[in-house]
């Protein structure tokens, strides 16, 4: 038996995982589920699933965790330090998918005790890539990517020589707007850029899918995961996501990774790894798709990809402000606060504005956060004034 933790149990890739572990109950032992405000899922699944603890981040709705958990002999917790306890519980196996930098604490819990954390949760990684990388060395535990496009990598990888590497080609969907013109941008709405043409997500990286923020992110995270250098990672949007991404050997054999867009893929290679298992998702059938495209990206309608950028090649705690500043804008955006174009225009504001010396340590990154939201903030009033 697996003992299995999952941080952001009622989010998107969340429920991906549950649905696995529920598929074959008697292969998993669960240790703890996680959720912020969402008491009565994640007390349903924690009493679904026999799990040992049950932690809301939210302090103030213990309560409400305690007695929706009455009688079930599960622990009921609340509170930031109640979710890195959780995760310092150890698991041998750990999802992180809450969403946001506020999984950098229990993602960096979970690492430290030397298991295997399945990633979803790209923006601890793009926070605090380097520390995170290094805590996962020293406590030798194993980091899998979940995020499609880097388990793809990680897959066509299958353990080379990242000597052997001359390029990453992270694929990029394009989001819903890949072909909209930048005059008919500005009132996107909040409904229409979580409508993405392919995936099913949760709202905030459905957002980062539209602004194309996403692959930003995924540079950054794939420039940490396999350090071939940012100059030999490129991005080559692909509409109908099928191929999760790809390698180039230096002999300019391509490998690829291919697959439904069904995230309960990368999570199962992440879980059974180095095996396999079943999984209920649809077979690939590409006589009935046809035919795959590919265009270059636009970083004139984009221009969140040539922040990510040069947030990356500068280091230090750009990619944390850069993620801070994309977290505050995207949250205004979906309260209808702000404009879509506006979010871009609010990253690189502060981007242009603040630096802050290279973190040496998690609270560095979030004290780099903190400012980053406080600029973002004021930025977003002169915006609304
Ligand atoms: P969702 O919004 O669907 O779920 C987020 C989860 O995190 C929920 O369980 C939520 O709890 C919890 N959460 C939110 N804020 C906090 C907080 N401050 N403290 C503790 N827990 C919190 O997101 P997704 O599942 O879509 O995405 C999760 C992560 O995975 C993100 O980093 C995303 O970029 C990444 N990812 C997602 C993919 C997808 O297909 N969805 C694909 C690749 C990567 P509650 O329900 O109570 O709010
Ligand atoms: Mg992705």
Redesign the pocket.
């Known amino acids: 038996m697996k003992s299995v933790s999952i941080?952001?149990?009622?989010?998107?890739?969340?429920l991906s995982t549950l649905d696995l572990i529920r598929r074959d109950p008697d292969a998993y032992r669960v240790v703890a589920l996680?959720?912020?405000?969402?008491v009565d899922?994640?007390a349903a699944q924690a009493r679904a699933t026999g799990a040992q603890v049950a932690v809301?981040?939210q302090e103030r709705l213990h309560g409400a965790l305690r007695e929706a958990l009455a009688g079930s002999g599960i622990e009921a917790a609340a509170g930031?330090d109640a979710?890195v306890e959780a995760a310092a519980l150890g698991a041998d196996w750990t999802m992180a998918?809450?969403?946001?930098c506020?999984?950098l604490k229990p993602t960096m819990a979970a690492l430290r005790t030397g298991g295997t954390v399945a990633l979803?949760?790209?923006?601890s990684l793009v926070s605090a890539g380097g520390l995170m990388m290094e805590a996962a060395r020293a406590a030798g535990a194993t980091l899998l990517p979940?995020?499609?496009e880097h388990n793809a990598i990680f897959q066509c990888l299958a353990g080379s020589d990242l000597d052997s590497v001359s390029r990453i080609i992270l694929t990029a969907s394009g989001g819903p707007f890949r072909t909209r013109r930048l005059d008919e941008m500005a009132d996107i709405t909040p409904a229409q850029a979580v409508a993405h043409p392919n995936?099913?997500?949760?709202?905030?990286?459905s957002v980062?899918s539209a602004t194309m923020m996403?692959k930003g992110?995924e540079l950054i995270e794939a420039a940490y995961l396999f350090p071939v250098g940012l100059d030999r990672i490129e991005i080559l949007v692909h509409p109908q996501s099928v191929i999760h991404s790809m390698v180039e050997y230096r002999d300019r054999s391509t490998l690829a990774q291919l697959g439904s867009p069904d995230?309960r893929i990368p999570i199962a290679h992440a879980l059974a790894w180095p095996d396999r298992i079943a999984t209920p998702c649809q077979p690939l059938d590409l006589a009935r798709i046809g035919r795959l495209d590919f265009e270059a990206p636009d970083p004139e309608r984009f221009p969140a990809l040539r922040l990510a950028r040069a947030a990356a090649n500068e280091g230090g705690a750009a990619p944390a402000i850069l993620n801070a500043a994309n977290e505050v804008a995207v949250a205004a955006f979906l309260a209808g606060r702000i404009g879509f174009l506006d979010i871009a225009m609010i990253v690189e504001d502060v981007l242009d504005r603040y630096s802050a010396p290279t973190p040496c340590a998690i609270d560095d990154v979030l004290a780099a956060d903190a400012q980053a939201r406080v600029m973002a903030g004021e930025v977003m009033e002169r915006l609304t004034a």
């Not at 979803?120 to 923006?123: D, G, R, S």
């Open positions: 941080f952001g149990a009622t989010g998107s890739v969340g996680t959720a912020n405000s969402d899922n994640l809301i981040g930031e979710l998918s809450i969403v946001g506020a999984g979803a949760n790209k923006e979940v995020d499609s995936w099913s997500m949760g709202a905030k990286i980062d996403n992110l995230m």
